[in-house]
C-alpha cells in the first residue's frame, strides 16, 4: 500500500476547469423539529483512547500519536444524511450545491455510462479513476443521465464541506469534531481497528461497503455493491450508529492540520486550507488505501465534492 495516496478524493484544486471560489452565503431559517432529537442517539462521552500507531497506518495522514482525549455529551444521527433528507432541504431552501455551481463534480470511472464516458475529457493525474463530469450533483450522481430515484435511502453525495454545513444549519444540527465522530465509530470498543473490533470479516461476513476484487479496474461486489449502500445497510456499532466504516466519506467540523485552531462554524473562505473527512469509503480497498480503520484520516478543500463524499449530523445537548 502506498500511504502518500489515497484512492478516495480528488481535489476540485487539482482541476483547471472553472474554478473560480464562489460566495456560498445563501440566507435560509433553521427548521428544527422537535422528534430531531428523539431521532438521534445520545452520547454520554467521556475519555478514549484515540487514533493509531499501528505498523500499517499511514505516517502522512497523522493518526497518531495514540493519547486519552475527553469528549463532551453530544447527540450523533445513528446514519449520514440521505438523498430524500437532502431533498427536503433543497425544496425548502433552493439552496444551490458548490456542485450545481461550479456546473461539475468528480465521480469514479466504474459507474459512468457510456454516454456520459464518451464526453469527459478530464481526470486528476494523480487520481485518473476519478472523472470530472459536467452535470454530476446530487440529484444526478453519476452524471445528467443518472437519478436518486432508487436511491433516496442512500447518503447523498457530492456535496462539499460548505454544503454540509449548510445543511446543518437549517436542521438545527451540526458537524461532529473529529474526535466525537472517532469516539461514536468506536462504539465503546477500546483501540478496536473497526466499529465492530479487529477482524475486517467476522464469520466471514461483510460489516462494511468496501471495495474488493482489483483496485481500481474491477469491484467483484462480494458486499453487494458496486457504489453506495442504504445507510442502513450492514451491522450498527455498540453505539447503535451505521455504516462508520465504508460507504461514504464524513465531513467534519476540524481543520485536517490539528494545530490550526478550530473554527469549525465559520467558513473563512480558505478553500487550500482542507477539512477532515473520517471512515473510509466504497472504493477503499488494503492494497492501496486502508483508510476505512477507525483511527484513518483524510482531508479535502472545503469546496471539493465527489460521489462517495457524505456526511453526518450532531447536536449540542
Known sequence: ?????????????SISVNNTVLENEQNFETQLKPEDRENMVYLEGGTFLMGTEDDDANP????????????????????TV?????QEFINSTNYQTDADKFGWSFVFHLLIS?????????????????????GANWQHPEGPNSSIEDRMD?????????????????AGKRL?????????????????????GDTLQPNGEHYCNIW???FPVKNTEEDGYLGTAPVHAFPANGYGLHNMAGNVWEW?????????????NTNMQMPESPRTMRGGSYLCHDSYCNRYRVAARSSNTEDSSSGNVGFRCAADV
Open 1 to 13: 500500500m502506498d500511504n502518500q495516496k489515497s484512492c478516495c478524493s480528488a481535489s476540485r484544486s
Open 154 to 170: 442512500h447518503p447523498v453525495v457530492h456535496v462539499s464541506w460548505n454544503d454540509a454545513q449548510a445543511y446543518c444549519k437549517w
Open 176 to 196: 461532529l469534531t473529529e474526535e466525537e465522530w472517532e469516539f461514536a465509530a468506536r462504539g465503546g470498543l477500546v483501540q478496536k481497528r473497526y466499529p465492530w
Open 114 to 134: 457510456e454516454e456520459t464516458a464518451a464526453k469527459v475529457t478530464q481526470a486528476p493525474v494523480q487520481t485518473p479513476w476519478w472523472r470530472v463530469v459536467h
Open 60 to 79: 502522512f495522514d497523522k493518526e497518531g500519536p495514540i493519547r486519552e482525549v475527553k469528549v463532551a455529551p453530544f447527540y450523533i444521527d445513528p446514519y
Open 212 to 214: 474488493q476484487g482489483q
Open 82 to 86: 440521505t438523498n430524500r433528507e437532502f
Open 252 to 264: 467534519c467540523a476540524n481543520w485536517f492540520d490539528r494545530s490550526k485552531k478550530d473554527d469549525s
